[in-house]
């Protein structure tokens, strides 16, 4: 399978103002391998390179981070493509290096509803890169023989994160300094989708990105996150909020749980 | 194996020694309870990506063969297993897979020590109009049916199409599902008169953007056992018959493909595709799949985080 590289290099320049990333206080959840507290899913404020400490490939649940509430249930996947000598070797690619790009996906359903979210971080091979060309706008889904088309939840222009990092060869006779680039954006998943996600053949599949310049990726979602969309969505499979499903008066009559 | 007191005929060739009974006429009705239970014997899973029914219409030694429909084991590059009712896995060496030609149907085989039934073949065109008819299968998991199991539903015959696309024209009323596809249809005997493929499906628009749904009509289809049995010997299954039938069915002929006013929708669940031709012998050209899209767009974002 060939993946479509070179997209994410030679952005042309364009001036725009950049959120440094800030890494929230990472708060373990103690004693516990099958939960994450909700704010260390939280991405708005950035992610650190490679989404360290999230979920790969297993279903864990979400947990309100003051009172370990059940709030839903979540999924992970990475793909990291680019330089990677010493990433592939070594198993450093959780670290950024020139050239370095990491596709995060999150998968689940909470009390509100459904989502995909993903989460592009792209360290450029050299100099500065145009972030707001690398912003994800479309998520497409092979399963099955169906073709799934999930459009962003919302039109608004998502936010955009910078960070600063030196990179050391492994030989350690080489240290360059970079600047490493992060966009996400969240896709609708309906009752629908989860029911196929939730159905989907357990192995490989393929996933392309449309991107904010119109370019396209191929990733492929790794067959154990496959196997996870069952549990990650089967936790709020109507992908409704109760709240408003209580107002519809076609909505599941089966009672939802509520948020404390 | 019994054969009763039934005229019998044996299955030569590839199928050499296989046997296979075929009923000539209905002396009696069996209790539906008793037919559902022969059924869930002889009725397999086909486990794939994309799984499918199957029956095992005959046995030879250790190998038993399995009549299914073409599309359930259409792709060379899957995995394929027959999942008997004791649960044993049995693999498919794909280049044991015979397809008959203008027809959904193929034949696959598998090996065991252990011993299974097979079903019994009847004459087609004694499940006329009115007649009534099971359809056995494992459907995919639904939302209140959240696994694969057996299900033996009834039905009557509806109606008779001759000139049915891909040899599909045993019409009947049955409740089937997807993953049903290549199961028996059994008339009130309990004999194989047909495999269960295709339903009929009414399309209706999609709302705003989205792609229109394909929904069932409520009658399904089904390719009758002696349109089987007059097309095995093209593919290399030789029929030698102790008692020969009297087979009135006819492979289908190519029809002219229909106009863009006369098309319907096809029947198959996404996937399968039918490989049928036109009649200059050109193969059909699959469509670009539809895209499915959500359609709960417009609420307040939902994301894995405690902010969106």
Known sequence: MTFKKTTLVGFAPISLTLVVCTLPADVALAGKDDAIYEDNLTTTQGLQWGGKKLPFKKTVDIRESLVDTPLGKVTADRHIVGNDLDGSIFGRSSKPAPGRSAFISLWGSKIEGCFVEMIIQHAPSQGRADPTAIVPTLLELGIGGQLIELPPQSAAQPKIFSQDYSYTSFFGNKTTSGTWYMTRNIFVVDSGIAKILSQAPIKETRARLTLSNGSKVLIPINKKTVSSWKTAYSYNPACKDPTTADKDPNAAQQPAPTKP | ?308
């Open chain 2, 1 to 308: 194996m019994r054969f009763n007191n039934n005229p019998t005929a044996v299955l030569g060739g590839i199928l050499t020694a296989s046997m296979v009974c075929l009923q000539t006429q209905a002396v009696f009705s069996l209790p539906a309870s008793q037919i559902g239970k022969s059924a869930e014997n002889f009725t397999v899973l086909i486990s794939s990506d994309y799984p499918g029914s199957g029956v095992i219409i005959a046995k030879n030694k250790k190998t038993y063969t399995v009549l299914t429909a073409e599309h359930v084991v259409r792709h060379s590059d899957f995995e394929y297993h027959v999942v008997t009712q004791d649960g044993k896995k049995h693999p498919v060496k794909y280049q044991t897979v015979k397809k008959l030609p203008g027809v959904d149907l193929a034949v696959v085989t598998f090996t065991s020590d252990r011993t299974y039934n097979t079903a019994k073949l009847a004459k087609s065109e004694e499940a006329g109009i009115g007649s009534v008819v099971y359809t056995a299968g494992f459907p995919d998991p639904g939302q209140a049916i959240e696994n694969r199991i057996f299900q033996f539903t009834r039905g009557e015959v509806s109606g008779v199409n001759p000139n049915a696309k891909d040899g599909y024209s045993l019409i009947y009323t049955n409740i089937t599902r997807k993953g049903m596809s290549g199961g028996p249809v059994l008339n009130i005997n309990g004999e194989l008169v047909g495999i269960h493929g295709r339903a009929e499906t009414d399309v209706l628009p999609g709302e705003g953007n989205n792609a229109p749904i394909q929904v069932k009509a409520g009658l399904n289809l089904g390719i009758p056992i002696q349109t089987f049995l007059a097309l095995a010997p093209k593919v290399g299954l030789k029929l030698d018959f102790k008692t020969q039938p009297t087979p009135t069915a006819q492979p289908p002929t190519p029809q002219p493909a229909p106009t863009a006013q006369q098309q319907t929708p096809s029947v198959q669940p996404p996937g399968f595709q039918p490989t049928s031709t036109t009649p200059s012998g050109t193969p059909r050209l699959p469509s670009r799949p539809k895209p499915i899209r959500p359609s709960g767009a417009g609420q307040s974002p939902v994301c894995a985080g405690s902010r969106c």
